[in-house]
Each structure stands twice: as structure tokens, then as C-alpha cells.
């Protein structure tokens, strides 16, 4: 996949709906359920993070079982946790930041990969590698919906996905900005509830999450 077709496909993930939510999963038993809860609420994109050792396990099987979910990786550092992420039928891949080597391995795999920043500069320096679509992270330490106002009149071509302290109720400030796609959040899958199995629950949670940009 050549580097405008990598960035089309992030865009169409970021548009799918208002939040994509940030999934740590402990056991990937909960993994199936627990997406098609978020996807039945109207929540299709789904980052699992590799924070935990059931988070490949958990990718592999959202991607067998459950239809319409974009199911992505996320907490990716290097080329390795890039090509484990592709094997395990990841749709998208999400970075914290960017590091020479890890752009260096993202033009070399086909997964397509959202790299984070946090100031201008680093934005500045993944828009010369060719990357318009962006994490903003971590988005509410870094300066918040504020700072991502102040860069739409200097880095307009610029599309972010800010993630990091956001919930429900900030989370309208970010989407009312004209730079921003979507948000990250992780209060859709909270621990309690997918230690529970309640997925009537993080359904509901998905439903408001949808309904975030009206």
C-alpha cells in the first residue's frame, strides 16, 4: 500500500464515527463481546493497546468474529510491535509519538500507522514525511482543545485525533474543531465493566459516545 492510500484509509477510520475507543484488555476472552457491544452501539473503529500480554490474542480474535468492526493497534513503538500488529489483522496501528526508526518501518509495512505529537515541531516534522492525519497526545496535558485551535490556522492540512484525559464531557470541545476527526477515550471500556461482562453497558456507553457530534 503506497503512503496516500495508508493516509485515505486512516481518514476513513477516523471519520467512522466521533471516538475511537482506547481498549485495555486483560483477558482476551472479553475481547469478541466486548466489540461487538462497541459496534452495536455504532463505535466500529476499536484500538486495542499492547499494554497487556492478551492484546494480540484479543486483535486476532476481533478480527475473526466480529463483523464491522476496524478493529486497530495501539501503544505501537517500533517495527516490531508494527509487524505483530499486521499479522494479528490489525486495520490501523497507533503510535504514542514518532521516532525516526519507527516511520523508517512504517514505509516499509503495510499497515497503515497514526503516529502521535504533541507540539508543532514534531506535527511540522510528520507533515514532511507525509503524514496529515495525527494523534494529538497526550491531548489534555499537552494544552488541549486550545492548542489544537491555535495550529488549524498555521497547519491546515493537518487532521488530528486527539487522545489523553479526554471523556465525555470535553470530548465536544475537541470535535467542534474544524482540525479535529475524532477523539481517543477509554471511558467506553472501562475495566470494571469488562471485568463484569457487562457489554449491555459499554454498549450504552457506545450509543452516547456516537451521538457526541449530533
Known amino acids: 500500500m503506497n503512503p496516500t492510500d495508508k493516509q485515505q484509509q486512516i481518514e476513513r477510520t477516523l471519520r467512522l464515527a466521533p471516538v475511537i475507543p482506547v481498549v485495555v484488555i486483560e483477558d482476551a476472552r472479553a475481547a469478541v463481546p466486548m466489540a461487538r457491544a462497541l459496534v452495536a452501539g455504532g463505535i466500529p473503529a476499536i484500538?486495542?493497546?499492547l499494554r497487556t500480554p492478551a492484546a494480540l490474542e484479543a486483535v486476532r480474535a476481533i478480527a475473526a468474529e466480529v463483523e464491522g468492526a476496524v478493529?486497530?493497534?495501539?501503544?505501537?513503538?517500533?517495527?516490531?510491535?508494527?509487524?505483530?500488529a499486521q499479522q494479528a489483522g490489525a486495520r490501523f496501528a497507533?503510535?504514542?509519538?514518532?521516532t525516526p526508526r519507527l516511520l523508517d518501518a512504517a514505509e516499509d509495512?503495510?499497515?497503515?500507522?497514526?503516529?502521535?505529537?504533541?507540539t508543532a515541531s514534531e506535527a511540522m516534522?510528520?507533515?514532511?514525511?507525509?503524514?496529515?492525519?495525527?494523534?494529538?497526545?497526550?491531548?489534555?496535558?499537552?494544552g488541549g482543545a486550545r492548542l489544537l485551535a491555535a495550529w488549524a490556522g498555521p497547519l491546515p492540512q493537518?487532521?488530528?485525533?486527539?487522545?489523553?484525559?479526554?471523556?465525555?464531557?470535553?470530548?465536544?470541545?475537541?470535535?467542534?474543531l474544524p482540525n479535529v476527526l475524532c477523539v481517543g477515550g477509554s471511558w467506553l471500556t472501562p475495566a470494571d465493566k469488562l471485568a463484569a461482562g457487562d457489554w449491555a453497558g459499554i454498549e450504552q456507553l457506545a450509543r452516547a459516545a456516537a451521538r457526541l457530534r449530533g
Open 125 to 142: 516534522a510528520l507533515l514532511e514525511r507525509g503524514y496529515r492525519h495525527l494523534k494529538f497526545f497526550p491531548a489534555v496535558p499537552a
Open 94 to 98: 497507533v503510535a504514542p509519538g514518532a
Open 158 to 176: 493537518l487532521r488530528f485525533c486527539p487522545t489523553g484525559g479526554i471523556g465525555p464531557s470535553s470530548a465536544g470541545d475537541f470535535l467542534a
Open 71 to 84: 478493529v486497530g493497534v495501539g501503544t505501537v513503538l517500533g517495527e516490531a510491535d508494527l509487524r505483530a
Open 109 to 118: 509495512v503495510a499497515l497503515p500507522l497514526l503516529p502521535g505529537a504533541a
Open 47 to 49: 484500538e486495542v493497546t
